[in-house]
């Protein structure tokens, strides 16, 4: 019986030893196109500790650097990130918003009830100024997020006029009036979010209509800046919202549809930020990787009613949802960022990478103390997530030619593919390859073809560490960092290396 036992373990471990490496090929296409920079957008919503106890400390604050009340230290935090977007103020809070109630005298400014989230009373004393001062500051484009569902069409010209025009105008009179000459020529602009839930419960065909209305009135005040008007998109699957929208707006009202999709498994259930067992660690990485599927079809609609991609998808929410961490004052939405939040981006923005042709613009959920943030504070305390290192990582993909890559005998862990990959070539002739293993338990041997490529040199860097519930901690901030990955040889235009369990590598290859 021992020796039967024996028998069997040795089989077991000759078949993992004798176990064949995926097949990656990593081609030149040279009709493959850029990969936007907007892919790796940010979104800052009023919700919990996002803007105030957050981003956002005030002028008045002493004890905290800043910059016209924004944290200097998360100023320099995001600049390492080349934020190339924030969108701004919202999500559901932008359909309460009244932007007007934010600008002029702080101390004559109305107060505002944030319905959707906690009914705190904010006293509105961060609004346009210090929100478009703070893009520039970031050299992001900013993205505002326009109310439709509680304001006026009115509304929305006038604030585009009170950000954009030049000349002379009541709007830019204002604004001037409150400090600033120049126009800050906003380009993206959203036309209400989530319009079939917290926007206003509309219909498609509803919102379509009402799309069409203020879309109309939306550009002419912005002399040479072009405007990018974005209708509020479909949640994960509803393809009937997109196509719907795709059928009914002439394409010259609208140059960009959204997508809202967030990797939560069960909204009434939503599981730990870190205390998560393997069931749920599958199920947050199952509900991750239907981004793919969403994103291929909601692409194959917009192809057939616009196949030249005169219209862009921008997936404009999107991260991991857990329970709020329940010891945080004023937490909502407050979660802890571990590695599964790390096997999440790697993944998702993979996807968004090899979509490039139509997804030009994503916004992570969101950037501070709240869903998948990149940083999180607690009074003058501030630390950068393990999503904040994908980010960083990922970076070098902005901008870049996108590498078509082929994945041949994936491994699966379940029924789920093990591993994701994107590569591509930045305007310096470096190529970037990014591959993620969500396998729990198992290193996965990989051979890259990358033979039309002409890599002489490769190096990495590795995420990853011992466990799944991993993360940093205000007591522990670098936990979670990358390292440098040794572990890929180059030879004969083929790269092989075995990707340790949960984990996240990037490549570079000159
Ligand atoms: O990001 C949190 C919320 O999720 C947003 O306010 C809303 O648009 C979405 O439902």
């Known amino acids: ?23 990656i090929s990593v081609t030149e296409a040279s009709d493959s196109p850029q990969i936007s920079r907007h892919i790796y957008g940010h979104f800052a919503e009023h919700l919990g500790r996002c803007i105030y106890e957050g981003l956002y400390v005030g002028e008045e604050n002493k004890t905290i650097p800043n910059t016209e009340g924004v944290r200097n230290d998360i100023i320099e935090a995001l600049k390492e990130l080349n934020i190339p977007n924030l969108r701004w103020p919202g999500g559901c809070f932008a359909d309460t918003y009244h932007w007007k109630d934010g600008v002029g005298p702080k101390d004559e400014r109305p107060t505002i009830v944030n319905r959707w989230w906690g009914g705190t009373t904010e006293d509105n004393s961060f ?23 509680s304001g006026t069409v009115q509304e929305l010209i006038d604030w585009v006029q009170y950000t954009n025009h030049d000349g002379v105008s009541p709007m830019a009179d204002w604004r ?37 209305q203020y879309a109309t009135f939306m550009p002419g005040w912005s002399g040479e800046t072009e405007i990018y008007r974005i209708a509020s998109g479909a949640s994960e699957d509803d393809y009937h919202w997109t196509e719907t929208l795709m059928k ?35 199920k947050s990485m199952e509900q991750a990787l239907k981004m ?40 909502v939405l407050y979660q802890q960022n571990t590695i599964r939040d790390v096997m999440i981006a790697g993944t998702v923005l993979n996807t968004f990478n090899n979509h490039a042709r139509r997804v030009k613009m994503a916004n992570l959920a969101q950037m501070v103390n709240v869903l998948q943030a990149v940083i999180l504070t607690d009074k003058e305390k501030m630390i950068k997530t393990p999503t904040y290192h994908v980010m960083h990582m990922y970076k070098v993909h902005q901008d870049a030619q996108l590498l078509p890559s082929k ?61 799944l519930q991993d993360h940093n901690s205000f007591d522990a901030p670098e936990k979670v960092t990358p390292k440098e990955f040794k572990g890929a040889k180059l030879k004969k235009g083929s790269i092989s290396l075995a990707i340790p369990a949960h984990s996240l590598i990037v490549l570079q290859g000159k």
């Open 1 to 23: 019986m021992r020796y039967l036992t024996l028998l069997l373990a040795l089989m077991l471990s000759s078949q993992l030893f004798a176990q064949q490496p995926v097949l």
């Open 127 to 149: 609004g346009t100024h210090n929100f478009l001062n703070l893009c520039e500051v970031l050299g992001a484009e900013p993205y505002l997020s326009a109310n439709v569902g």
């Open 176 to 212: 001037r009036e409150n400090g600033r000459e120049a126009p800050w020529k906003v380009k993206y602009w959203g036309v209400g979010n989530e319009t079939w839930g917290c926007g206003g419960n509309m219909t498609a065909e509803y919102y379509a209509d009402i799309y069409r």
């Open 248 to 282: 009914n707006v002439p394409y010259h009202l609208m140059e960009a549809v959204a997508l809202h999709d967030y990797a939560v498994f069960d909204w009434s259930d939503k599981g730990p930020s870190v205390n998560f067992d393997d069931e749920i660690y599958f």
């Open 292 to 331: 793919e599927e969403y994103v291929t079809k909601h692409i194959e609609i917009m192809d057939k009613y616009d196949p030249e991609s005169k219209v862009a998808l921008f997936v404009d929410e999107w991260g991991g949802w857990y329970d709020a961490e329940p010891e945080v004052k004023n937490g």
């Open 407 to 467: 994945i041949e005998g994936n491994m699966e862990f379940r029924e789920l593919p093990s591993i994701s990959v994107s590569a591509s070539r930045d305007k310096t002739g470096k190529v970037h390859i990014s591959l993620v293993n969500i396998d729990p338990e198992n290193e996965i041997p990989v051979e890259l073809d990358v033979a039309g490529l002409d890599i002489k040199n490769i190096d990495g860097q590795i995420l990853t560490s011992d466990k």
